[in-house]
């Protein structure tokens, strides 16, 4: 048992680490920024949640995240995947912005 609980203590940090939001942008972190913003300061959503990478282009990724999002080289943002019970589970909890039910 005591090693049971050694081993969850040393892997809880890896578990915590959770980034379940990610913002991928082709070309232009400028925007990517500004989307992080907006998560950040309107709805209160911690930083730590959230990973931005640069990637050649938009159409590899998978689309198997919480919430994957991609800035192509217009500045078009994309939905890329959006599991419907993460947001209405998990991010309920931070606020909405002001003027938004």
Do not use: W
């Not at 950040?40 to 730590?48: G, K, L, N, V």
Request: proline letters at 4%; charged letters at 25%; glycine letters at 4%.
């Amino acid at each position: 048992m005591k090693y049971v609980i050694s081993l969850m203590l040393i892997l809880t940090p890896l578990v915590l680490k959770a980034d379940p939001i990610h913002i991928f942008y082709e070309t232009n972190n400028d925007l990517a920024y500004e989307v992080k913003k907006i998560f950040t300061e309107q709805y209160s959503i911690p930083e730590e949640i959230i990973s931005m990478k640069q990637i050649s282009n938009c159409q590899q990724i998978t689309g198997e995240g919480k919430l994957d999002l991609c800035i192509n080289e217009n500045g078009d943002l994309q939905v890329v995947s959006a599991d419907q019970r993460f947001i209405s589970d998990s991010l309920k909890v931070f606020k909405a912005p002001k003027g938004h039910l």
